[in-house]
C-alpha cells in the first residue's frame, strides 16, 4: 500500500524508481538486496517492507522480530554499500498509548504488542546508520492494500446493520499518498534521525468510522463501543496520537489533514 504510494509519488517528479516486491527483494536476504543496490546504484533507499498484521505478531514472534527487526540491518548494509540515504518506515506502536498529549520525536518508548517491539528493534538497527531517517506514521489507509477505511466501507456496503466501533481508541489516520510526499520532502531536505508524520486531526476508530459512513452509506449506524468488547491477541495503543511539530518546521508547511485524503479515496 505504501509502496505503491511511494513509486506513483516519485514517478510522477520524473525520477528513476525500481520498486521491488518480496519475490524479488526478501529483506531478510542481504545478498539479494546487494545485488539490487549495486546494479540501480540508488540515492535514497525507501524501506517500506514490514510484517503488519499485528496479531499475528503475538504468534509469530521470531517472524516478526527478524522481518520489522532484525532483518532491517540487510537494508542498511545495501544502504551503506552504495552510500545511499536510508528511510526507514515506522509505527506509532512503539509507545505504550497512555500518554494524554501527542508522542514527540523524544518520548521515551514503551511497546506493548510484539509488533511494536519488533518495529523498535527495526529502528535501532536502522540508526546505526548515520545517513538514515525514521520516520513513525499511525494508522495508514489508501489505495492498494487492506487497511480500515476498506473494511468500513465493505461492511457498509453490505449494509448487515448497525457497526460497532471502539470508540477509546484515538489516533491520526494517515493517507499513504500524503505520506509518500512527505517522504519526497524529508528526503531531498536530507533529515537524519527520527521523526513523526501522521495526518490531522486526532480522532477515535469510532470517529473515523462515522466520517467514512458519511461517504459511503449516511443511513449506516456506527455504535461506539469500549475496546473490552473485542479482546484481540496483541493490545492497542489507547492514545497513539504522533506531534507532527518537528516535520512542519522541518519541512516548512503543515501536515495534510485526513479527511481529505478520505474524500480523495473514497470518491
Known amino acids: 500500500m505504501l509502496g505503491a504510494a511511494v513509486t506513483a509519488h516519485w514517478r510522477r517528479r520524473q525520477r528513476a524508481v525500481l520498486a521491488l516486491g518480496h519475490a524479488q527483494a526478501d529483506i531478510c536476504n542481504r545478498h539479494q538486496l546487494s545485488e ?21 505478531c503475538e504468534t509469530e514472534r ?3 522480530l527478524e522481518i520489522n527487526g532484525s532483518a532491517v540491518a540487510n537494508v542498511v548494509a545495501a544502504a551503506q554499500q552504495v552510500g545511499a540515504r536510508l528511510i526507514h518506515i515506522s509505527s506509532d506502536y512503539v509507545f505504550d498509548g497512555t500518554a494524554t498529549s501527542p508522542y514527540v520525536e523524544g518520548t521515551s ?5 510484539v509488533y511494536g517491539e519488533s518495529k523498535l528493534l527495526g529502528e535501532v538497527e536502522a540508526l546505526k546508520y548515520p545517513r538514515s531517517l525514521v520516520v513513525r506514521a499511525s494508522w495508514l489507509f489508501g489505495p492498494g492494500g487492506a487497511n480500515f477505511v476498506t473494511t468500513m466501507r465493505r461492511l457498509m456496503t453490505q449494509g448487515n446493520g448497525p457497526l460497532r ?7 491520526c489516520p494517515t493517507y499513504t499518498p500524503f505520506l509518500a510526499r512527505a517522504l519526497w520532502d524529508l528526503a531531498h531536505i536530507g533529515l537524519n534521525g527520527v521523526v513523526h508524520y501522521c495526518n490531522r486531526e ?23 463501543v469500549p475496546t473490552t468488547e473485542f479482546p484481540r491477541p496483541a493490545p492497542r495503543p489507547a492514545y497513539s496520537v ?20 478520505l474524500a480523495t479515496y473514497l470518491q
Open 62 to 64: 521470531q517472524v516478526a
Open 165 to 171: 466501533v471502539v470508540d477509546d481508541q484515538v489516533g
Open 202 to 224: 486526532a480522532i477515535s476508530w469510532h470517529g473515523f468510522a462515522t466520517e467514512i459512513g458519511l461517504f459511503v452509506a449516511p443511513e449506516t449506524k456506527v455504535i461506539p
Open 36 to 56: 539490487w543496490a549495486s546494479n540501480f546504484n540508488p540515492e535514497v533507499i525507501i524501506n517500506c517492507a514490514a510484517f503488519t498484521q499485528v496479531d499475528r
Open 109 to 113: 518508548t514503551g511497546p506493548t504488542s
Open 242 to 261: 504522533l506531534s507532527t511539530s518537528h516535520f512542519e518546521a522541518t519541512v516548512g508547511r503543515r501536515v495534510e489533514p485526513w479527511n481529505a485524503g
